[in-house]
């Protein structure tokens, strides 16, 4: 039955109004980045579709869906090129996700043989894919003209479309999604990986599924049969083909504001993705920490010989990540007095700790008087006498 599914549709739907509703009474004017994103919009829905912001990162994908939309859209309700209406294209690929979760939950469930799916099974998927939707990273966004929930569908629905085994559509998709965000071609990527790694299980012997040398086998059965892969993955390899010429011929992989977007390789981003996938996945290995079974396999797994000198090497490496990647802005640098306010801004405060040591240079949350005493004593001659400054300090941070 589809009564679970619709409903929670329906539900998710009234609630998401409601909130882009509140949103655009209380945020009337661009947030952020909104202000280009409406801005190149707009030129498009008044047919100037060769104006171009030179401070937009992204392929415009969004700008030409929702001109197109809005346009349709116009015909019947007048113009709806505001601010309202584009949040409103944002809130529905937002709003659709869920479907897409939903249907790619339950493909998954009815591929594992002997399950059996009834009702309460139908309403654990049901849970599941909305618990997803409303991942906080995505769901903030579901209110404001960006990219993301645009960019997210477009992904999910490759996906979809590739496991339903649609390898042309999936692929056509994809580059949709990658005209949304450039880096969804590392999705596309994934994608092509996944169906690779199904046409191994289906062919090969693949019985021992959790044994360490399944990687090494995979990569060598791939290495015997390239022009099957080549065949069955054509798309995804044309599209990725096509990104990498974009890529020489552009110069950088976003195609406004390149020396603010460089490519750099940041390790601690690793780190960042394993402690929030961590703290995701807690709920779910929750059963796993109170079954007597569970808590035995894991106890031989730490008591291998190779457990103890592998996580020393791990946290090693995660000690020079951080090292390497943790440095003080340059006013900081410049400003010895500074740097010791903001470390012990951080230390000190107790209830405002996140918000004082993000925010403290700028004096957000300083009352008037501390930030009249603080104003006085950063711009005093006799403080930067002893350090060098290089005008850097008195002028970015008040």
Request: proline letters at 4%; aromatic letters at 10%; charged letters at 15%.
């Given at each position: 039955?589809?009564?679970?599914?619709?409903?929670?549709?329906?539900?998710?739907?009234?609630?998401?109004?409601?909130?882009?509703?509140?949103?655009?009474?209380?945020?009337?004017?661009?947030?952020?980045?909104?202000?280009?994103?409406?801005?190149q919009t707009r030129l498009y829905c008044e047919g100037d579709f060769k104006a171009w912001d030179p401070k937009i990162t992204t392929l415009p994908g969004l700008y030409l869906v929702s001109t197109t939309?809005?346009?349709?859209?116009?015909?019947?309700?007048?113009?709806?090129?505001h601010l309202g209406a584009l949040r409103a294209v944002a809130c529905v690929f937002g709003w659709l996700c869920f479907p897409l979760l939903y249907t790619l939950l339950k493909h998954a469930y009815c591929e594992v043989p002997g399950r059996k799916y009834d009702s309460s099974a139908e309403w654990s998927i049901v849970f599941q894919a909305l618990t997803l939707s409303l991942l906080p990273l995505l769901f903030f966004f579901h209110f404001?003209?960006?990219t993301d929930t645009g960019s997210t569908f477009l992904v999910l629905a490759s996906l979809l479309l590739a496991r339903c085994d649609c390898t042309?559509?999936?692929?056509?998709?994809?580059?949709?999604?990658?005209?949304f965000r450039q880096n969804n071609i590392v999705w596309v990527v994934y994608i092509a990986g996944e169906k690779a790694v199904a046409m191994y299980h289906k062919?090969?012997?693949?019985?021992?599924?959790?044994?360490?040398?399944?990687?090494?086998?995979?990569?060598?059965?791939?290495?015997?049969?390239?022009?099957?892969?080549?065949?069955?993955?054509?798309?995804?390899?044309?599209?990725?083909g096509a990104f990498v010429v974009?890529?020489?011929?552009?110069g950088s992989i976003v195609v406004g504001d390149k020396t603010h977007h460089q490519v750099k390789f940041h390790g601690t981003q690793f780190l960042y993705f394993s402690g929030v996938a961590l703290l995701s996945l807690v709920p779910a290995m929750l059963p796993q920490f109170l079954d007597k079974k569970s808590i035995r396999s894991a106890v031989k797994r730490i008591t291998c010989w190779w457990f103890i000198p592998v996580l020393l090497a791990m946290t090693v490496l995660c000690l020079l990540l951080v090292k390497r990647n943790t440095y003080l802005p340059t006013h900081f640098h410049c400003c010895p007095p500074l740097a010791g306010l903001y470390t012990r801004s951080f230390w000190q405060t107790t209830d405002t700790t996140f918000s004082t040591f993000?925010?403290?240079?700028?004096?957000?949350t300083l009352s008037p008087d501390m930030h009249s005493f603080l104003r006085t004593w950063l711009e005093s001659p006799a403080l930067w006498a002893s350090h060098d400054t290089r005008g850097c300090c008195g002028k970015f941070c008040l």
């Open positions: 039955t589809m009564r679970p599914l619709l409903a929670a549709c329906a539900a998710l739907g009234v609630a998401e109004a409601a909130l882009l509703a509140l949103t655009n009474r209380l945020v009337r004017e661009p947030y952020m980045d909104e202000i280009f994103h409406v801005r939309v809005l346009r349709v859209a116009g015909v019947l309700f007048g113009d709806l090129c404001l003209y960006y042309i559509s999936s692929a056509l998709v994809g580059a949709a999604s990658v005209v062919n090969a012997n693949t019985q021992d599924k959790e044994s360490l040398a399944e990687p090494f086998r995979f990569v060598l059965w791939c290495l015997a049969h390239i022009p099957v892969l080549l065949r069955r993955l054509v798309p995804y390899l044309i599209l990725v974009f890529i020489f011929l552009n993000g925010r403290t240079c700028w004096g957000s």
